[in-house]
């Protein structure tokens, strides 16, 4: 598989440390508001990289983090604490609000087929791992105690700006014009890893620490969690771009002090959505969530459909007419799916060619909208039987995850024992002339999901 590694700012073969096995990080959602379709861009793609390498053969170990604490908007103790603020929003505790948006974003991601990692962690329940990380650093020198907070030194670390390729001239600059600088800092861009003193007096989440009691910055969480359950050495950390710094860029300094070697390969990074007006936000214009798409009679798969067409590197803009002409082409795919025979004829001529060229789509960078050509190549092929067809569509749905091929819908015996029992009764009703019972028996089997198809052969069922 070749992917675009941000480390390098190049497309890289990828080799994972242990063969066949990928060790795959993940940032979470800040969980003081519903994530809005743009922030579930990032989880969409992250969900076929895991299910391409997957796809590929490699079994993949992935952890996300879920930030309930240490979640000021930057490095510095400025801007808002915006769990703080929901909480006066909402009149509940911090963590209630954390339970609540965690619970919501995992069902809007489920609703978009984004399968939750196999390791989820919450950033409060792990501050012992941090401590003692920051203990380390305190200790080898990387970190320092002033005024009460404890800060990460980054004139420690080569290669601080590596990853994000900044002019720290340029930064500098930055720093100056929009916030007071932080005159306890040795460097003006250290960053803080454990906070005892901080604007934020009234926060609820706090924990005794040897330099007193306080919260952590909001970068150590994610350096904390992988290492706890990944290990030293990480094969793969995602996010959105806008994670690269300050974010990504303080978790490899604090990994690689605490470590003491290079600790991820790859850094794999996806683009904003764009509403007209430029990177979606929370704070202005219409607040989109996969609610609202929902409430306007969107399928969320359609969204799926529309991000995965669109290759993951590039910024897409969303607008209520893109939506609208992915979904038409989403619903009349699934309806030419939706009539192929199901009757089994599986062919294996041309299957090995059809799986690769799907591998190939998932090795070239994860090119998605290559990987759905796929599935209407498949479809116009008139070599394949139907049942090909539907067996690779299937197969291409493993990492698509679009719902391509509708379900036969369980059924339970007690029900369909039922609804044999009312078929002959309507059956009855209609040898006896007494059509308005047969028509109620049909409207009732209706209400409850079932809808009779009569035929010269008799009378079938299916469920809607
Ligand atoms: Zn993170």
Redesign the pocket.
């Known amino acids: 598989m070749n992917i675009y590694n941000t480390l390098t700012k190049k497309i890289e073969k990828f080799t994972p440390n242990e063969e066949g096995l990928v060790r795959m990080?993940?940032?979470?959602p800040t969980v003081y508001h519903y994530a809005h379709i743009g922030n579930l861009r990032t989880y969409i793609f992250e969900d076929i990289l895991e299910k391409g390498l997957e796809y590929l053969g490699y079994n993949v170990l992935r952890v996300m983090?879920i930030?309930d604490v240490g979640h000021l908007t930057s490095d510095a103790d400025d801007g808002d604490d915006k769990m703080l603020l929901a909480s006066a929003r909402e009149k509940k505790t911090v963590y209630e609000i954390a339970e609540h948006y965690t619970n919501e974003f995992f069902k809007d991601a489920a609703k978009l087929n984004v399968r939750k990692p196999s390791i989820v962690e919450k950033a409060s329940d792990h501050i012992d791992t941090y401590i003692n990380m920051i203990q380390k650093m305190i200790d080898d020198g990387y970190a320092y105690l002033s005024n009460g907070n404890v800060y990460f030194d980054i004139t420690r670390v080569n290669d601080y700006y590596l990853l994000s390729g900044k002019n720290p001239d340029d930064l500098m600059i930055g720093v100056r014009e929009t916030v007071e600088e932080d005159t306890h800092k040795r460097n003006p861009g250290d960053f803080v890893l454990w906070f005892t003193t901080s604007k934020f007096e009234n926060q609820d989440m706090k924990w005794d620490s040897p330099w007193g009691i306080g919260y952590p910055g909001?970068?150590i969480?994610?350096s904390g969690i992988?290492g706890k359950y990944l290990g030293e050495y990480l094969d793969i950390?995602c996010?959105g771009i806008d994670?690269i710094f300050p974010?990504?860029t303080n978790?490899i300094a604090q990994s690689e002090a605490y470590f003491g070697h290079k600790w991820c390969n790859y850094w794999v990074h996806g683009e904003h959505l764009n509403d007209q007006s430029g990177k979606m936000s929370k704070s202005k214009g219409e607040f989109l969530t996969v609610s609202l798409l929902e409430e306007k009679g969107y399928n969320p798969l359609s969204y799926r459909y529309f991000c995965l067409n669109s290759h993951y590197r590039n910024q897409l803009t969303f607008s209520w007419e893109a939506l609208d002409s992915a979904e038409n082409a989403y619903n009349k795919l699934r309806n030419k799916i939706k009539l192929l025979d199901r009757t089994p004829n599986l062919s294996d001529k041309k299957l090995d060619y059809y799986q690769d060229k799907f591998k190939d789509a998932i090795g070239n960078d994860l090119n998605t909208s290559s990987m759905i050509t796929l599935v209407y190549d498949v479809l116009k092929d008139d070599e394949l039987s139907d049942f090909t067809k539907l067996y690779l569509i299937d197969d291409f749905d493993k990492v698509l995850s679009l719902g391509l091929i509708a379900e036969e819908k369980e059924i339970s015996s007690e029900l369909e024992e039922m609804i044999m029992v009312k078929i002959e009764e309507r059956n009855l009703a209609k040898k006896n002339k007494d059509f308005a019972l047969a028509d109620n028996i049909r409207d009732e089997l209706f209400q409850k999901g079932v809808k009779l198809i009569d035929s010269r052969d008799g009378t079938t069922y299916e469920l809607i």
Do not use: P
């Not at 990080?25 to 979470?28: A, H, L, R, S």
């Open positions: 990080y993940t940032c979470g983090n930030t909001w970068h969480e994610c992988s950390h996010g994670n974010h990504h978790e």
